[in-house]
């Protein structure tokens, strides 16, 4: 049987607040069944009830939230927050205040920083400052590899003690097939999941953008999708012939989503994320030449767009992964060729998916939010729920908010997001994580219950 994994800890400079009261909200949790008209009571950090008019807590904070729907918050596996070594993009407050007010309750940091982490030295360092700087609860992933090089394992059994939560060379694939295979044989002694970056580098070569009629048009070199999918067809049938088990990052492509079918089908032990931009865009956004839709993975075509919409709703797809990679402004203001790949998006995550697909009817609200709570889960984290008795992480949704991205700046260091200048319809107005209120937005009140 392929390994299941203990939830790793988490840290957060927060400690869960007083008793809180949210009345009059649609509560709406697929997994617990909820979809109706109720007041939920937070009591010392957790759901104490569920029902019409309950008590209140004495002294307890009430929100108002009549024509809002709370939700489980969301969890997010694949994060950048730059830290070590590029806190002038963003760093683990910014970082994590930019999750709050996307609805998120936990986050995944990924290894790719200056130094790598790739050393229980620097692990301990980060999660020594997440203690302090945390708005939400965050999980750090090592280094698969040391440096992120792919030719020699770090010490994953050490760093599975030292609290990692994951392993990834993300930002980079683990291209040896031998390298690959040794780490899901540690992967037992570990007890972590290893999550994977699938590029074949022979093929992606020196390509920007995707292989297409639009780079052709554009005169751009190409990264073709086969780059992607023939590299995850490849680890599944090692993960399959070690027993192990392996999450795919950000998928882009349809042939990925034919792999993933495939692999899933023949037993492995495989999951996988989609980010929004490739959920919500294609490669015609680079027509305009602005490298805010300059990404590794490339935003892709139509068809795949489709494709990956659909494995979203069938559930081939686990979960939703933002890939929030912020960069700073002069990087991004470069040639379209030279700027860096990433964007951010943990702020505009619910907002994107919910004016593209659900509003227009291609995914129902339900399995947005499912797949937006489930990210945790691949490395043993627990969904959040809002059943009676668990852990309080709860977004306050307004499904009716229109507003323009940008526009009143972001909570994250950078302001690299791909749905940048956008109009969009739906809004976190108040995140509940761990039990403790992250984010309120500025405009909406919050006050005691009177006595």
Not at 70 to 78: E, K, N, R, S, Y
Not at 87 to 101: F, L, N, Q
Not at 138 to 160: I, P, R, S, Y
Request: with cysteine; net charge negative; charged share 20%.
């Amino acid at each position: 049987m392929p390994p299941r994994f203990d939830a790793p800890p988490l840290d957060c400079g927060v400690q869960a607040g007083g008793d809180v009261v949210i009345r009059g909200a649609r509560v709406l949790d697929p997994r617990a069944g909820l979809d109706a008209v109720r007041d939920v009571v937070v009591r010392e950090g957790r759901i104490a009830e569920i029902g019409e008019a309950p008590p209140a807590p004495e002294g307890a904070e009430v929100i108002d939230a009549e024509g809002l729907v709370a939700v489980p918050a969301f969890v997010d596996p694949h994060v950048h927050l730059r830290t070590p070594g590029r806190e002038d993009e963003e760093d683990i407050g910014s970082g994590t205040r930019a999750a709050a007010a996307g609805g998120f309750c936990a986050i995944l940091a990924q290894p790719n920083t200056d130094p790598v982490v790739d050393t229980g030295s620097v692990l301990s360092a980060l999660r020594e400052r997440a203690r302090s700087e945390a708005r939400i609860p965050t999980g750090f992933l090592a280094a698969v590899t040391v440096g992120q090089e792919g030719d020699a394992l770090t010490e994953m059994a050490e760093m599975a003690e030292l609290g990692a939560a994951g392993f990834t060379n993300d930002g980079r694939p683990v291209a040896r097939a031998g390298i690959l295979r040794k780490a899901l044989q540690y992967q037992r002694l570990a007890g972590r999941l290893v999550a994977l970056h699938e590029e074949d580098p022979s093929l992606s070569g020196d390509g920007v953008m995707h292989e297409g009629s639009v780079s052709a048009l554009l005169g751009m070199a190409g990264i073709p999708s086969i780059s992607e999918s023939t590299m995850i067809a490849r680890d599944a049938q090692i993960a399959l012939y070690e027993d192990a088990a392996i999450h795919i990052q950000h998928l882009s492509a349809r042939e990925s989503v034919v792999a993933i079918e495939q692999a899933k089908a023949a037993g492995v032990a495989i999951t996988c994320e989609a980010s929004p931009h490739h959920l919500c865009m294609t490669d015609e956004a680079v027509r305009s030449l602005d490298a805010g839709f300059k990404m590794n993975p490339p935003l892709r075509s139509e068809d795949d767009r489709h494709a990956l919409i659909q494995g979203l709703r069938s559930g081939a797809i686990d979960c939703v992964a933002t890939d929030h990679a912020p960069h700073a402004r002069e990087e991004k203001e470069q040639p379209f060729e030279v700027a860096p790949m990433g964007v951010t998006g943990l702020e505009t995550a619910f907002a994107a998916l919910h004016t593209e697909l659900v509003l227009p009817g291609v995914l129902d609200l339900a399995v947005l939010i499912a797949r937006m709570t489930a990210g945790g889960a691949p490395f043993g984290l627990p969904v959040p729920t809002l059943a009676p008795d668990s852990p309080a992480n709860v977004a306050l949704l307004d499904l009716g908010a229109e507003w323009q991205v940008g526009e009143a700046g972001f909570e994250s260091r950078s302001a690299n997001c791909a749905f940048a200048g956008r109009s969009v319809t739906g809004r976190v107005r108040v995140t509940i994580a761990a039990g403790a209120v992250a984010y309120r937005e500025r405009s909406f009140a919050i006050g005691a219950v009177p006595a």
